[in-house]
């Protein structure tokens, strides 16, 4: 039994109006292609490298790099992809990828550790979207936990840099005890870790560590236009709330921010920023 013609003609039909829509995808999608090379060759061309620079590959890739930043920045409408890309895109943000991974010294990563550090540069799903312990909301990108004050590992990653820094001066080698007691700031907390020595002046130095998050309500109004402003802001209500007098010892704040690209201190022993002028790092 052989099918109506007009119904095969029909079916052709259909079937050519596919393939023409589909070359005519292919077409604009050849012609973005071209668009986005020219104006690539564009940028190279007027910002050339010149001098030794022509032979460094970061000189040519700079420039196009900058204006695929700038493209994605403005063709964003949600803040906190905004705050995303600018902190994803400051100095230093990407080290933790060059960290050999090593057990031995606490810098071998789990398999979920560095899937939900990917997820969070790349402001892609963590999680199934449910509600938190503390009553609120969290969404698929997880985020909540990095600023909730019933979440476990964030207080397990102020001790883990804290650990880092107490670690380090015993390397150096100077004697140091972590959250010592008997020593209190201005506050009345005491600070997280203090050395045995005398650091500068006959004084010991002390050292706070702060995590702000990027994405909290509190920070994202300055997140969303500068990279790092959460651990700037931190950093100056930490350096407001240590100040020291008489014989305290000399205070730092170590500020990072929380957004899982891990940038560079703000402030602090890496930065210099705090109750003195001291620039021993």
């Not at 560590?209 to 920070?219: F, L």
């Not at 790092?228 to 240590?242: E, P, T, V, W, Y």
Request: charged share 20%.
């Amino acid at each position: 039994m052989t099918c109506p013609p007009c119904s095969i003609d029909i079916a052709a039909g259909d079937h050519c109006y596919i393939i023409i829509i589909c070359i005519l995808i292919l077409i604009l999608i050849l012609i973005l292609i071209l668009i986005l090379i020219l104006s690539n060759i564009i940028i190279l061309i007027l910002n050339q490298p010149v001098g030794q620079q022509c032979c460094i590959q970061k000189a040519w890739d700079g420039p196009v790099s900058a204006n695929h930043l700038t493209r994605m920045l403005s063709s964003t409408s949600n803040d906190m992809d905004k705050a995303r890309l600018l902190a994803a895109s400051s100095p230093h943000t990407g080290d933790w990828l060059h960290a050999p991974p090593i057990a031995s010294v606490g810098l071998r990563l789990s398999d979920e550790a560095v899937r939900v550090a990917v997820a969070h540069r790349l402001g892609c799903k963590v999680c199934v979207p449910h509600t938190c312990v503390c009553g609120k909301a969290v969404s698929a990108r997880g985020l909540h936990g990095l600023a909730c004050r019933r979440s476990g590992p964030r207080h397990q990653r102020h001790s883990q840099l804290n650990d880092i820094l107490w670690r380090s001066f015993k390397r150096a080698p100077v004697p140091a005890v972590k959250e010592p007691p008997g020593l209190s700031r201005d506050d009345g907390k005491r600070p997280d870790g203090v050395t045995l020595l005398p650091w500068a002046k006959g004084k010991p130095l002390a050292w706070d560590v702060t995590v702000p998050d990027t994405y909290a309500d509190s920070h994202l109004a300055d997140t969303v236009t500068t990279a790092k402003a959460a651990a700037d802001k931190a950093a100056l209500k930490q350096g407001s709330q240590i100040q020291a007098a008489g014989q305290q010892p000399h205070l730092r704040s170590s500020c990072h921010r929380d957004s899982r690209d891990l940038e560079q201190p703000s402030s602090g022993i890496g930065a210099g920023t705090g109750t003195t002028n001291d620039s021993r790092h």
